[in-house]
């Protein structure tokens, strides 16, 4: 397929290469080591996806280096810390869903779906709530790809000042957060974090750690305001709202494709088709769950009680997401919360009238208006 700039990339949507692929060690995500159109000055610094394939973390880091680098963001992103985070959630969804109550609509995607995660990551990390919104616009322009040149840059520069000044805070005034956890980290000496892979982790934890949250919560309010059979399951015990996060992050992915992957060596895949040494791949994880192999005929059918709900929405392999656990509980807590406090929530406009996000990396809606009551 064409991506932007009319860079060619594999797609790959059929669930059983794409389990191969992502723990296939020829398969590497290190653009500076394995992409010959970036090494060879081919791709122009202004490239639509630039940021999805320059940064220097561990979403680009292969062998050893990502071992290294994700090893030294689990120190500080334990299961302890996420797990005692529960209280927070809890007021921070109750606290939202009484600001909209004082309505009688509201937009659930920017008045629940997106404040929820944001809060929840920023104070995870010690991002100060005044630039919350600021850090959403800049993080929401790297996610639309239909964003110009100039509103990248801008977007950029903003997400770069913001983390740059965090990092130099939390240096001089060390705190009980995730970014002080990094810096100490950095500081450990051989084997830590560069300065420039401390900010650009920053970055893939914030933008990751509240963006896809958002599209979840997102697609399993939709899913479920458009089909009250499902909703109906819910309430009546039939199926639980862990049935409800997976069939939404099986039939409606949060992350539709995933920019980029490259064969570090040929790889035969079968049907005479070779993926060449150095060709781009582009993960389709919006497709793959609904593989008609894997989840049979009714594979588009969004069903609560369906038996395989097996999907790849976290990643698969050494690049699983981190932040699962934490994802999973801000959904476990917050979509419960809302159909309780308002049990005649339903959409204000006609489901078709409803606008995805402008871009094929993200899966989400544009706006999701609801009535409360």
């Not at 398969?27 to 080591?33: A, E, F, P, Q």
């Not at 939390?170 to 300065?195: C, H, V």
Request: charged share 25%.
């Amino acid at each position: 397929m064409a991506l932007p700039g009319g860079v060619e990339a594999w797609s790959v949507n059929d669930q059983a290469l794409i389990k191969d692929l992502l723990t296939d060690p020829r398969v590497s995500k290190d653009t500076r080591r394995h992409w010959p159109a970036w090494i060879g000055g081919e791709i122009p610094a202004d490239w639509p996806l630039q940021i999805w394939v320059a940064v220097q973390n561990m979403f680009t880091a292969y062998g050893g280096e990502h071992k290294r680098l994700r090893t030294l963001v689990s120190k500080a992103f334990t299961a302890r810390r996420t797990a005692a985070l529960q209280p927070r959630i809890e007021e921070i969804t109750a606290s939202l869903l009484d600001r909209m109550a004082e309505g009688d609509t509201a937009d659930a995607r920017r008045d629940f779906a997106y404040p929820l995660p944001i809060s929840v990551i920023c104070e995870l990390f010690g991002v100060a709530a005044e630039v919350q919104e600021e850090l959403h616009v800049a993080v929401d322009t790297i996610f639309r790809t239909t964003a110009t040149q100039q509103e990248r840059e801008a977007g950029q520069a903003s997400l770069y000042g913001i983390l740059t000044a965090l990092v130099a805070e939390r240096r001089a005034k060390p705190a009980d957060d995730m970014t002080s956890g990094l810096i100490a980290a950095r500081d450990e000496g051989d084997g830590a974090l560069s300065k420039s892979e401390l900010i650009d982790t920053l970055i893939l934890m914030l933008s990751a750690g509240h963006e896809t949250t958002v599209n979840l919560l997102d697609n399993a309010i939709h899913a479920l305001l458009t089909r009250p059979d499902q909703l109906e399951l819910v309430r009546s015990g039939k199926a639980s709202w862990d049935d409800v996060i997976d069939e939404t992050l099986r039939a409606e992915s949060p992350i539709s494709n995933l920019p980029l992957r490259y064969a570090v060596e040929d790889i035969e895949i079968g049907g005479g088709v070779t993926i060449a040494k150095g060709d781009p791949i582009l993960v389709a994880y919006g497709a793959v769950g609904r593989d008609p192999k894997v989840h049979g005929d009714d594979a588009d059918t969004f069903d609560v009680t369906r038996a395989n709900k097996d999907h790849l929405a976290f990643g698969h392999g050494v690049h699983f997401c981190l932040g699962a656990p934490l994802a999973r509980l801000e959904a476990q807590i917050a979509l419960p919360a809302l159909f309780a406090r308002f049990p005649d929530l339903a959409l204000a406009v006609p489901a078709e009238e409803l606008e995805p996000m402008e871009s094929f990396i993200s899966n989400g809606h544009k706006t999701l208006p609801v009535r409360l009551r």
